[in-house]
């Protein structure tokens, strides 16, 4: 999650990325990481079967240095886009209320 080009990172793991994209963005938690630096755009992410490779991954990412985060964004997403906002037009509709 990030909350512009190149600004703040968040970097987490769950078995429902819809319904956890949409607690960040909906600021459901109002004292998290994500919703203190307005982190509310899903700009790259990785499926896994397993959750304990997915939870590996996650701390390998947070021990790596920033450039190589943003080096990894923007090889699968260039423009920064938020990667969740055709998933649900209903949801969509909620976040702009």
């Excluded at 990172?9 to 990481?33: A, C, M, W």
């Amino acid at each position: 999650m990030a909350n512009k080009p190149y600004g703040v990172i968040y970097i987490g793991v769950t078995d429902n990325i819809e319904e956890r994209v949409k607690e960040h963005q909906l600021k459901v938690y109002p004292k998290s990481f994500t919703a203190k630096y307005n982190c509310d755009m899903l700009v790259y992410f990785e499926e896994f079967e397993d959750g304990s490779k997915a939870e590996k991954r996650e701390n390998q990412f947070k021990k790596w240095k920033r450039d190589w985060k943003i080096e990894l964004i923007v090889e699968m997403n260039p423009s920064w886009s938020d990667l969740s906002t055709n998933w649900n037009l209903n949801y969509n509709k909620l976040r702009t209320k």
